[in-house]
């Protein structure tokens, strides 16, 4: 009675050591520990699956690459939900910033944002601003950078012609 009693309580204690293991081998990683909001985390490449909330980000050294679980995607990439993983995914290759893949929030140097795309040169009938790197509708008074000075058709002209010469005429010599 004693010996199945002292295996049963050997086999219970060698299965509650299991999980310990684990979770060490989790937080013991090559990244200084970061293995934070990881469900699956190994040495060699950080996070594989991330907690359900979080986005997987993975991240490169060189050839190297591993991953990582973040609350919000960095400047450069958007955050995809799906129904296993979260991921952080890059931007284009114009965009500073993006909503989405199609949609830019902010331009890189050189690119100017129109209706959520980066472009080298602002289309017609718009204008570029450099402080914001942005394209803004001109109005339909302007031409490229300056006012349409044409005279308006209901406006009248500021001199009369033929008026000096008679008014001149006029006045006692």
Request: net charge positive.
């Amino acid at each position: 009675m004693r010996a199945p009693l002292c295996l049963l309580l050997l086999v219970a204690h060698a299965a509650s050591m299991i999980p310990l293991n684990r979770r060490k081998k989790q937080v013991g990683t090559g990244l200084g520990g970061n293995c934070t909001g990881c469900v699956i985390c190994s040495e060699e490449n950080g996070c594989s699956t991330c907690q359900q909330r979080l986005f997987l980000l993975i991240c490169r050294d060189g050839i190297r690459q591993f991953g990582k679980c973040v609350h919000d995607c960095p400047s450069g990439y958007f955050g995809v939900r799906g129904q296993e993983v979260n991921r952080c995914k890059k931007c284009g290759p114009t965009c500073e910033s993006c909503f989405s893949q199609d949609f830019c929030i902010q331009c890189k140097r050189r690119f100017y944002l129109y209706k959520g795309k980066c472009l080298p040169t602002c289309p017609l009938g718009t204008a570029a601003q450099p402080s914001t790197r942005e394209c803004q509708e001109r109005s339909p008074n302007q031409k490229k950078g300056r006012r349409d000075r044409r005279p308006r058709k209901d406006k009248k002209p500021d001199h009369t012609p033929g008026l000096r010469s008679r008014q001149s005429s006029l006045k006692p010599q």
